[in-house]
Structure formats: C-alpha cells, structure tokens
C-alpha cells in the first residue's frame, strides 16, 4: 500500500527563520511524483512544489526548496526566510495511479 | 496557473434538503475530476473520481446513493448531497486534472456545506 507520513503535526518559527517540513512515503513503483501543497486558513489548496522521482536534481521554487532522498523516501520541504504568509497547513503528497496519496498534515505557525 | 472554480462556497441549508455543488475547470480540459472531504484539522480524504463520460469511482465507505456526481464535459462536475443530514455537514473540495501522473491536482476553492 502506498503511503504518507508526516510526523510534525505543527511546528512555529520566528518570522525570517528556515524551517523544514519532514515527510516519509512509501511506494512500490519506480516512478512516481511527489507534491507539497498549503492551505492557508482560507482553506484554498495552493501547489507549493513538485519533484519527479526519476530527477535526481532537488526541485526549487524561490524560497521553497526540497530534499529528495529516493532510497530513503524521504521529501521534506525547506522554507528559506519564513514570512508571516507562510503560515498554513502544509500537506505532502504522492501521486499514485493519478490519485494524491495525502500526509496528515503540518501545521506551520510563523511568528512576528 | 490553471484555474479551477467551485460554487457555493458556503451553503446552509435544512435537513432533508439536497445540495449541488459544482465544479468548473476555467482553462484547460479537465479529463478527471476528485471530490475531496475534509474534517476540521485533517487531511483530505478522497471521497470520489470521476473521469469525463463515466460513472464515478467511488471510494470505499462513500455512499453512492448519498453523494451523487456527475461529470458530463471536460469542464465541468457536480458533487449533489442528497437529503442532507447533520452529520454531513462538512467542507468539501474538488480538484481537475488533465490525467497526466506529472501535472497536479488543480483545486477548487472549497464549499463549507452546515446543515440544520
């Protein structure tokens, strides 16, 4: 079965700060696609990042990077220089048979 | 980015009344649509797939006869909640996608739907 964890239910950080989001799958097939999406508290989903599993190269979006370890299944989201906007859910998601696997969720306070 | 437009963002309504709730893909042709619930202070939880011409897939533990969708074009789905009850109050979301296992789910803006 294919699966998603993310182990940090929330996390708070000062304004400006790094903070990185950890995320965990679990999948069987030899490529796959892997996402992170925010909600802020308007509840909207917003793509955050995409990584394809086959690129070795961690993808980059301004301040929003990640670290992709293939063998590990790991994909946590690194967020350079927080801002107060940063603060949402954050959901990790794995894209199996066109359907999103989804994580439980982070959610990500920055503070002023 | 693709735009995805989802009405009514907010709907109360009485018990025993059914709801529609409709989803539209602005920009691009949507080839499958998901219908998403989501709890307070969880993750989504995917409720149904529909792919433009056929019957919805439903996930296991959705009631077909309760939560109605229609998918009849490319751009456009309709998730219906009949005879609503309490219990089914919730929020619920839809994304489209073109299919293609690189390309996100693209989101609608979500329904709060309170039932009395």
């Known amino acids: 079965a294919q699966t998603v964890t993310q182990s940090q239910p929330e996390m708070s950080v000062q304004e400006a700060e790094t903070v990185t989001l950890s995320c965990t799958y679990d999948t069987s097939e030899s490529n796959y696609y892997l996402f992170w999406y925010k909600q802020p508290p308007s509840r909207q989903m917003i793509l955050v990042i995409r990584q394809e599993a086959y690129k070795q190269q961690n993808a980059t979006e301004n301040r929003f990077s990640v670290n992709f370890q293939k063998a590990a299944k790991s994909f946590s989201l690194k967020i350079s220089d927080s801002q107060l906007g940063d603060t949402a859910m954050y959901f990790c998601?794995?894209?199996?048979?066109?359907?999103?696997?989804w994580g439980a969720g982070t959610k990500l306070i920055i503070k002023p | 980015g693709a735009v995805v437009s989802q009405h009514p963002s907010w709907v109360i309504c009485k018990s025993g009344t059914s709801v529609k709730i409709e989803c539209r893909s602005l920009?691009?042709?949507?080839?499958?649509m998901f219908w998403y619930r989501q709890f307070p202070k969880q993750s989504l939880m995917l409720m149904a797939t529909s792919n433009e011409g056929s019957k919805a897939t439903y996930e296991q533990g959705v009631e077909k006869d309760k939560f109605l969708i229609n998918h009849a074009s490319l751009t456009l789905s309709t998730l219906t909640v009949t005879s609503a009850h309490p219990e089914d109050s919730s929020f619920y979301i839809c994304s489209a996608s073109s299919r293609a296992p690189d390309q996100p789910q693209h989101f609608g803006d979500g329904t709060r739907l309170s039932i009395l």
């Open positions: 998601a794995l894209n199996s048979n066109y359907q999103l696997i």
């Open positions: 920009d691009f042709q949507a080839t499958t």
